[in-house]
Each structure stands twice: as C-alpha cells, then as structure tokens.
C-alpha cells in the first residue's frame, strides 16, 4: 500500500478461532493468455500495434477475452476502439472468416452456440466454416443481407 511515495506495510493476522468462518474467493474475468501455449502468446506479442490484437482473436478462438487482456495485448489507451471500431481487429479478420461476438443482445443471439459465450466485457472469437464443412460442429443460419 503507498501513500503519497512512501511504500507502507502492515503485518496481517488472524485468530485461530475466526479461520473457519473466512471465505476466499477470485473476483475477475479468466485470463485467456494463461490458456493459450507459450508459442501463441510469444506469436501475440511479437508484431506490433493493432496486429498484436488481431493474432489475439486469431489464437484465443472460442475463449473468453476481457477487456484486460485486450488492454494488456494493446498496451495502449482506447484499446478497445482495436477491436470494434471501423480498422479494427473486426474488420481485418472477416477476409479470415473471423468473427468476434460480444456481449450485446444482437451478438448474444448469434453466439448462442457458442460454449462460451461472451459476458459483459468480453469477448469470444470464432471462425465461420460453410455448413457443409462444419461436420460435427455447432451451426447458426446467418442472413447475408444485413
């Protein structure tokens, strides 16, 4: 703990007695990085800017990726805009047959099949095969007209 530059430390204790009554618990969204071999994650960090979040979706396929992942992978302010703005990992990745579902209703509905699907801050990163090709896997019908 710190407060105004001067580092404070404080010894923590706790009574025999009040051990059984404390719950511990991990508050955060799971980190897709830890998930992922240490050959994608250095194949992540190695080219720079926005195609460090384009390899991200292109690696974490059908993972949960937090907003601080994508923070952590950008390394810069407004890293979410790499993602969904018009340039971003979004755009560049449909050529691939890339899509990355969010949280919003419209993308929940299409991401339904998914396992998982994505939560508020996140997202999940799929690749979209014809359903002639997709033997085996989890199938949505999508309207090429919108």
């Known amino acids: 703990m710190t ?20 719950s511990w618990c991990l ?7 830890i998930r992922l071999p240490e050959r994608d ?4 960090f190695a080219p720079p ?4 979040v384009n390899e991200l ?3 974490a396929q059908r993972l ?4 601080t992942v994508v923070a952590t992978v950008r390394m810069q302010d407004d890293c979410m805009k790499r993602v969904r703005f018009p340039g971003g ?3 560049q990745l449909r050529a691939e047959d890339i899509v990355i579902f969010g949280h919003y209703a419209g993308h929940q509905v299409l991401a339904s099949a998914l396992r998982p699907r994505p939560g508020p801050g ?8 014809r359903v002639g090709d997709a033997q085996g896997y989890a199938r949505a019908i999508l309207d090429r007209t919108t």
Request: charged share 30%; net charge positive; proline share 0%.
């Open 3 to 22: 407060s105004g530059g001067t580092v404070l430390s404080a010894r923590l204790t706790h009574k025999d007695h009040s051990h059984d009554r404390a």
């Open 27 to 33: 508050i955060g969204a799971e980190n897709a990085l």
């Open 41 to 44: 994650v250095a194949a992540i």
């Open 49 to 52: 800017g926005q195609q460090r």
């Open 57 to 59: 979706f292109r690696r």
């Open 64 to 67: 949960r990726v937090s907003r």
């Open 89 to 91: 990992a979004r755009d």
């Open 122 to 129: 996140e997202f999940v990163s799929a690749r979209l095969v």
